[in-house]
């Protein structure tokens, strides 16, 4: 239920943007769930940014992200989320579609092994 409250809460929040701002056409979320996630301050909680975007509101659209990160609830701040390593990517391969498929079967098939080890539903 609450999954299902945090996204409603999401999607009313889009409705009330776009009505706002006749711009506005798209939308990022990101959610932070933890300290490693970048989630700023205390006590330790969830939170999901809903960012409404334009056509053109950035000249490099993956700028959003570190926006995101920087962005901090208390006045004046900065958040600074930990450090990630990311491969350069002239050393990453392409994946295809056969990769992309067996690589979801692969957590479905972790997700159902651990649901039926704690006794859970099986879907």
Request: aromatic content about 8%; overall charge negative.
């Amino acid at each position: 239920i609450e999954v299902t409250d945090l996204f409603e809460s999401a999607r009313l929040t889009q409705e009330r943007l776009r009505l706002a701002n006749p711009d506005v056409t798209s939308f990022n979320y990101m959610l932070k769930d933890g300290v490693a996630a970048g989630m700023p301050g205390e006590p330790p909680h969830i939170h999901l940014h809903v960012v409404p975007r334009s056509p053109g509101d950035l000249a490099n659209n993956d700028e959003v992200y570190e926006m995101i990160d920087a962005w901090s609830p208390m006045p004046g701040e900065v958040n600074t989320p930990p450090a990630i390593e990311f491969p350069d990517d002239a050393s990453r391969r392409a994946r295809t579609e056969e990769d992309m498929a067996a690589e979801a079967m692969g957590y479905w098939q972790q997700y159902l092994s651990q649901a039926s080890a704690e006794g859970g539903e099986s879907v």
